[in-house]
């Protein structure tokens, strides 16, 4: 069974900076993807970065440039720096791991950017 634990959200002013990150545990491979997701209200999920097992990064247009994740395969951790902070950055920040039979997903933190 996998677990996923998400930390770092909060309050920031725009412009701002923040660093999430995603503890995993349980049957965790570097070989699988992991990456973040965010849902704002009254959206649908949407992709915010991901990182396969080979290192290749994936950003969603909106965050490019602003946004970089990484990931610790010896720690099982998965990291989110995210500067230049916009109010349309707000919502839940969700973390993913996926393999072969299904996908996990934490419980969400928090962002919220005030303009």
């Keep these: 069974q996998v677990q996923l634990k998400e930390s770092g959200g909060g309050l920031v002013q725009a412009g701002g900076s923040l660093r999430l990150s995603c503890a995993a545990s349980g049957s965790i491979f570097s070989f ?7 849902q704002a ?7 915010v970065a991901t990182i396969n097992g080979g290192g290749t990064r994936i950003y969603a247009d909106s965050v490019k440039g602003r946004v970089t994740i ?23 920040y969700y973390c993913y791991y ?3 039979a299904r996908a996990y997903w934490g419980q969400g933190t928090q962002v919220t950017v005030s303009s």
């Design 32 to 38: 699988n993807p992991m990456g973040w997701y965010r």
């Design 98 to 100: 996926g393999d072969v």
């Design 70 to 92: 990484s990931r610790d395969n010896a720690k099982n951790t998965l990291d989110l720096q995210m500067n230049s902070l916009k109010p349309e950055d707000t919502g839940v």
């Design 41 to 47: 209200p009254g959206k649908q999920r949407e992709l």
